[in-house]
């Protein structure tokens, strides 16, 4: 079933579905109103709930995806589920019956999620010591906080990163590096091209990157 912006005449009935009508095409292309497809006694549930949308479905014999077009993705996207009124009554039934179980779990969930990203940070933070022993702890814990941030596109969440290679690991510290002891966001703030500040900062990256790659205790 389609959601349509734009005025709309149903070609069994003829009505006038006016904008915003749900639709559903026949192999020929011929528009039906809900009530010509047999979908008029269903109801509509919104996205946005998996657990009750799961129970809708599990229980409505009859179901229907309502679908609309994006402008901005350039693809049609899910706006919810038409099901029988019966089916969505006991799924909420059974949704209030545990939603404290739920939320329980969720937070179960979450504090394992935060768990296991607290371990994959310590393991980049140790990987840099690896590679730069004369990087201070204190140091590579931030940079590999940073680099592994949660939802970030940082490089500490390429598959590579995880995979603890060498050079998504030394990405990072060289970022590090360029904001924490050269100029660089100086010379950004000046008006500098990218890739020119970069360019101005080499020699000061290297030399640290060297300091850090020896060991703390050699001379």
Request: with cysteine; net charge neutral; glycine share 6%.
């Given at each position: 079933?389609?959601?349509v ?19 559903t095409?026949?192999a ?27 129970r ?136 500098h ?23 703390r205790?050699?001379?």
């Open positions: 079933m389609f959601s912006a734009r005025e709309t005449i149903c070609s069994e009935c003829r009505d006038d579905l006016g904008r915003h009508a749900w639709i095409l026949s020929d292309k011929q528009v039906r109103c809900c009530e010509c497809s047999g979908l008029g006694y269903l109801v509509f549930l919104p996205s946005g709930n998996a657990a009750l949308t799961r809708a479905q599990k229980y409505s014999v009859l179901t229907a995806v309502l679908l609309k077009w994006s402008r901005a993705r350039n693809r049609y996207e899910r706006q919810g589920l038409l099901v029988e009124e019966p089916a969505l009554d006991r799924a909420q039934e059974e949704c209030m019956a545990d939603a404290d179980l739920r939320a329980l779990r969720r937070d179960r969930d979450t504090l394992r999620r935060a768990g296991l990203n607290d371990a994959y940070i310590a393991r980049f933070a140790a990987r840099v010591a690896e590679l730069f022993p004369g990087c201070p702890p204190p140091t590579a814990m931030r940079i590999a906080e940073h680099a592994c941030e949660v939802s970030s596109d940082r490089v500490g969440r390429t598959a590579a990163a995880k995979a603890m290679e060498d050079e998504p690991v030394r990405l990072a510290v060289v970022g590090h590096v360029r904001h924490e002891h050269t100029p660089y966001d100086r010379l950004l703030a000046e008006g091209d990218r890739d020119e500040a970069r360019r101005m900062v080499t020699l000061e990256v290297d030399r640290v990157l060297a300091e850090w790659g020896r060991r205790d050699t001379p």
